[in-house]
């Protein structure tokens, strides 16, 4: 039976259509996919995204633990900010990508996907061993809510005491929301600005319903995972399972950026990663654009004349852009943008054109 978010009961007044995600009963939809998607990008959405991990890690050697843990350098991490990074195994391959909040000089949030959060629960209570910090799984007591789009910092300053100019990209605080503690953080996965709203998960439905009434006047709407995922396609964002897994390095992402090679001391995977990033990966992820009206989609094959080169990993016609988007791992020599590619859609095939991620930018 799929778990249900404290906010279940909300979305089901609402109308929500429901989908199983990661175990989980998640709002897909609610009226239209595609005006949500419309929503975010000219106004707000209003997510639930409860179904996510969050993980604290506390103690003098916090710091210490997560740089052995993770390819990341978060020791680096000041106080007050936040990192993207992902945590491997010992060949190399991705278990999860991560977004990791240092909340003081001793202690960090570890937020991983749904899908993913006993094996990095699991690997983290691992990692621990022999350094001063422990590892604290609050995922069932925690709420997760975001509103992204144009708008959210006019939405956001109706109800919170936090000063949100002062508020960077990648960055949280503690904050004040009509009389409710949250962490306030400037993160999101739908490439416009927003906020996620750490709170406690018998709060939800109440900051839930102080953020509809806020955001009324300005346009936002609740939104499901169905625009989330074309939402984050058109940013180029990386999905755990499509783009990203135990069988891909970050370099094959394009993501090598995240590997710190240059912290000091041994790191979960460091030896693998450090043979990886010597040598050609075999394919690359790219996007690619498409003609007409029909997306390619999850594992359909990409094709250069009669040759299989590469498979899709996700795609959809994009709402903002109106025209069909994807992204794919191509053999790397056919990774530079404006090359000509087909795609093999149900058996009918279509010209694709490789291109540079993202697909959108907000201005």
Not at 269 to 284: I, S
Not at 307 to 322: Q, Y
Request: net charge negative; glycine share 10%.
């Amino acid at each position: 039976m799929s778990k249900e978010t404290s906010l279940h009961g909300v979305h089901k007044g609402l109308g929500a259509l429901f989908t199983d995600f990661a175990g989980w009963s998640m709002p897909v939809r609610y009226a239209s996919e595609l005006a949500e998607h419309k929503a975010v990008r000219e106004a707000a959405g209003l997510f639930d995204l409860s179904h996510m991990a969050e993980i604290h890690v506390r103690g003098t050697q916090a710091a210490d633990v997560l740089d052995f843990a993770l390819v990341g350098n978060l020791s680096g991490v000041k106080p007050g900010r936040a990192r993207y990074t992902m945590i491997c195994d010992a060949d190399g391959g991705v278990l999860d990508d991560l977004v990791v909040y240092r909340l003081a000089d001793e202690e960090y949030l570890v937020v991983a996907n749904a899908g993913n959060a006993d094996v990095v629960a699991a690997a983290l209570a691992e990692r621990v061993a022999g350094f001063d910090a422990v590892v604290d799984n609050r995922s069932a007591e925690t709420a997760l809510l975001a509103v992204q789009g144009p708008k959210a910092v006019e939405i956001l300053g109706a109800v919170t005491d936090a000063d949100l100019g002062a508020l960077k990209y990648y960055a949280s605080v503690p904050a004040v929301v009509k009389g409710h503690n949250v962490l306030l953080a400037r993160t999101g996965y739908t490439g416009e600005d927003g906020f996620e709203l750490y709170v406690p998960a018998e709060e939800a439905p109440s900051v839930w319903r102080i953020l509809t009434e806020a955001g009324e006047p300005h346009g936002l709407v609740p939104a499901g995972l169905a625009c989330r995922d074309t939402l984050r396609l058109e940013a180029g964002m990386p999905l755990y399972g499509n783009e990203l897994s135990l069988q891909l390095s970050p370099f094959e992402a394009g993501l090598g950026r995240v590997v710190k090679f240059e912290k000091p001391g041994d790191f979960v995977g460091r030896a693998a990663l450090e043979e990886l990033a010597k040598a050609d990966v075999p394919r690359v992820r790219v996007g690619l654009r498409g003609a007409g009206r029909r997306a390619p989609r999850h594992g359909y094959r990409l094709l250069s004349g009669e040759t299989e080169i590469g498979e899709v990993t996700s795609g959809a016609l994009s709402p903002t852009l109106g025209y069909p988007i994807a992204m794919a791992y191509v053999d790397r020599a056919y990774t530079e943008p404006g090359t000509k590619l087909s795609v093999d859609i149900r058996g009918r095939i279509e010209p694709v054109e490789v291109v540079a991620l993202p697909f959108y930018s907000r201005a």
